[in-house]
């Protein structure tokens, strides 16, 4: 059928920029008249849907002889000021090169929607690089007989994928190359101070049988990027490539803006740009990692990298108080004496001045009074516990052994509970999204089960406060 420009455009009446929208198809539906165009549902990882208008059709690639490539674009309702989804669309005959523009499922990603910016940025130059890139790596290839029959059990699967349906599974599953869950993988982003320390405290503890450090600067390998290039500690492999990190058990998130920000809100502002550009790239090449943030604030930047990879709550945690919370629990048990008080004390909240002690348990006792006397006493050696702590900072190194002591947690499957920032909407009658350090059990899966705190009305009371003014600094900034 005909491309008709006023038929689209009334079926696009819920379509933000819809005039916008359809001069850019037009000129698509002209530069390729194989192209055909609907509306259909699509389903986002989040499982939220919406109707959207998608495209689909083949473009022409040169690799040695000439293919025609079929895709499908799905274009959001924001368009032109976001990018489109792009899918491959392979037939029965055709196997997927999952490579470095396109995953197992079809997926494609390309520098030109990383890099999407209205009205630079349009659905011609994107399909113009697309074709630029697949002839540098053909994202196709023709099945043998029996191949064909394989792949023609995981067309419809695949076709739920380019639907936007998400119950995915890993690649390697996908691809029929299983690793049998005995690689241990960790990337380390930003290779500063901290991501060197990470991953220096994750080799000695022996916990990974490969760790890639990401080195986002500019130029050559620079200070311990450098070193750790000279001296070649063994798996240990330096690199400016996401595809690198390619499926990573633990991502590790040390980067920090070096701006010239002005304000707080700036700073964060920056930081922010910074992981747009970081974990959808992160997120595509490890698609069942958990990502381990450092970054700072860490309470808004482990927000931030949930909203982004859209992974699940339980897969995105921040380091939080998990440092604070072995340092306090090691100052009552060792230096006060108070091994009982200890074992079940943490360190919650937001990292900083705001960090509050807390208990998970306590000793049962039989009425009031003593209920009264055992609080008192266990908060005379809690302020001291705290009053030692304040004088600890935390350095480079000793977050890199924190670090290192969660990744160990993750990768073990040791359901070890630590203190770490998790999103707290629903605890503590916190109704915001916000993560805050809670004591979390830790497993291959990120957080296995989020622990009850005692009842005291004095904590949540400051972890309200906390939520209520992290809330206030996300609503003002633009994801």
Same mark, same amino acid.
């Given at each position: 059928?005909?491309?008709?420009?006023?038929?689209?455009?009334?079926?696009?009446?819920?379509?933000?920029?819809?005039?916008?929208?359809?001069?850019?198809?037009?000129?698509?539906?002209?530069?390729?008249?194989?192209?055909?165009?609907?509306?259909?549902?699509?389903?986002?990882?989040?499982?939220?849907?919406?109707?959207?208008?998608?495209?689909?059709?083949?473009?022409?690639?040169?690799?040695?002889?000439?293919?025609?490539?079929?895709?499908?674009?799905?274009?959001?309702?924001?368009?032109?000021?976001?990018?489109?989804?792009?899918?491959?669309?392979?037939?029965?005959?055709?196997?997927?090169?999952?490579?470095?523009?396109?995953?197992?499922?079809?997926?494609?990603?390309?520098?030109?929607?990383?890099?999407?910016?209205?009205?630079?940025?349009?659905?011609?130059?994107?399909?113009?690089?697309?074709?630029?890139?697949?002839?540098?790596?053909?994202?196709?290839?023709?099945?043998?007989?029996?191949?064909?029959?394989?792949?023609?059990?995981?067309?419809?699967?695949?076709?739920?994928?380019?639907?936007?349906?998400?119950?995915?599974?890993?690649?390697?599953?996908?691809?029929?190359?299983?690793?049998?869950?005995?690689?241990?993988?960790?990337?380390?982003?930003?290779?500063?101070?901290?991501?060197?320390?990470?991953?220096?405290?994750?080799?000695?503890?022996?916990?990974?049988?490969?760790?890639?450090?990401?080195?986002?600067?500019?130029?050559?390998?620079?200070?311990?990027?450098?070193?750790?290039?000279?001296?070649?500690?063994?798996?240990?492999?330096? +690199?400016?490539?996401? /595809? =690198?990190?390619?499926? #990573? %058990? *633990?991502?590790?998130?040390?980067? @920090?803006?070096?701006?010239?920000?002005?304000?707080?809100?700036?700073?964060?502002?920056?930081?922010?740009?910074?992981?747009?550009?970081?974990?959808?790239?992160?997120?595509?090449?490890?698609?069942?990692?958990?990502?381990?943030?450092?970054?700072?604030?860490?309470?808004?930047?482990?927000?931030? +990298?949930?909203?982004? /990879? =859209?992974?699940?709550? #339980? %897969? *995105?945690?921040?380091?939080?108080? @998990?440092?604070?919370?072995?340092?306090?629990?090691?100052?009552?048990?060792?230096?006060?004496?108070?091994?009982?008080?200890?074992?079940?004390?943490?360190?919650?909240?937001?990292?900083?001045?705001?960090?509050?002690?807390?208990?998970?348990?306590?000793?049962?006792?039989?009425?009031?009074?003593?209920?009264?006397?055992?609080?008192?006493?266990?908060?005379?050696?809690?302020?001291?516990?705290?009053?030692?702590?304040?004088?600890?900072?935390?350095?480079?190194?000793?977050?890199?052994?924190?670090?290192?002591?969660?990744?160990?947690?993750?990768?073990?499957?040791?359901?070890?509970?630590?203190?770490?920032?998790?999103?707290?909407?629903?605890?503590?009658?916190?109704?915001?999204?916000?993560?805050?350090?809670?004591?979390?059990?830790?497993?291959?899966?990120?957080?296995?089960?989020?622990?009850?705190?005692?009842?005291?009305?004095?904590?949540?009371?400051?972890?309200?406060?906390?939520?209520?003014?992290?809330?206030?600094?996300?609503?003002?900034?633009?994801?």
């Amino acid at each position: 059928m005909a491309f008709s420009a006023e038929a689209l455009r009334k079926q696009l009446g819920k379509y933000k920029f819809r005039d916008l929208t359809v001069e850019e198809v037009t000129a698509v539906s002209r530069a390729h008249p194989n192209f055909s165009f609907s509306m259909n549902t699509y389903t986002f990882k989040d499982g939220s849907q919406k109707d959207l208008l998608n495209f689909s059709g083949t473009v022409p690639v040169k690799y040695g002889n000439s293919y025609n490539i079929p895709i499908r674009l799905w274009i959001l309702d924001s368009h032109p000021f976001a990018p489109p989804i792009c899918f491959l669309k392979p037939t029965a005959n055709m196997g997927i090169s999952v490579g470095k523009h396109v995953d197992a499922h079809g997926r494609i990603y390309l520098p030109y929607l990383q890099n999407w910016s209205h009205p630079k940025s349009t659905l011609i130059g994107l399909i113009k690089e697309m074709i630029a890139k697949f002839e540098e790596e053909l994202p196709l290839y023709s099945l043998s007989s029996s191949d064909a029959d394989r792949q023609s059990e995981l067309l419809s699967y695949i076709a739920r994928i380019t639907e936007g349906e998400t119950d995915i599974k890993s690649k390697s599953t996908i691809s029929g190359v299983r690793n049998g869950g005995c690689f241990n993988k960790v990337t380390v982003v930003g290779a500063g101070d901290l991501g060197i320390a990470c991953v220096l405290a994750v080799v000695a503890k022996g916990i990974a049988d490969k760790v890639v450090l990401l080195d986002l600067s500019e130029g050559a390998a620079k200070g311990g990027a450098m070193d750790l290039e000279i001296f070649a500690l063994p798996n240990v492999e330096i +690199s400016k490539d996401f /595809s =690198a990190s390619t499926d #990573s %058990k *633990v991502v590790v998130l040390t980067v @920090n803006s070096l701006g010239n920000a002005q304000t707080y809100l700036d700073v964060i502002q920056s930081n922010v740009d910074l992981f747009r550009g970081i974990i959808p790239a992160i997120s595509h090449y490890s698609q069942n990692s958990v990502l381990l943030v450092a970054s700072q604030p860490v309470e808004i930047m482990t927000y931030v +990298s949930w909203k982004l /990879s =859209a992974f699940p709550k #339980s %897969k *995105v945690i921040g380091v939080g108080g @998990n440092l604070d919370t072995e340092r306090f629990q090691y100052i009552l048990t060792k230096l006060l004496q108070a091994e009982a008080l200890g074992k079940d004390a943490w360190i919650v909240g937001e990292q900083g001045e705001d960090k509050v002690p807390s208990w998970t348990s306590s000793k049962s006792v039989t009425n009031e009074t003593e209920t009264t006397a055992a609080h008192n006493s266990r908060e005379k050696v809690a302020n001291r516990a705290v009053e030692v702590l304040k004088g600890k900072g935390q350095r480079s190194w000793s977050v890199g052994l924190s670090v290192a002591d969660l990744t160990d947690s993750i990768l073990k499957d040791k359901r070890k509970v630590h203190s770490v920032s998790t999103l707290a909407k629903g605890f503590c009658n916190i109704n915001s999204e916000v993560f805050l350090s809670l004591p979390c059990i830790l497993g291959t899966s990120g957080v296995v089960e989020t622990l009850t705190l005692e009842e005291d009305p004095a904590v949540q009371e400051k972890l309200q406060s906390s939520a209520g003014s992290i809330h206030d600094l996300q609503q003002q900034l633009k994801l």
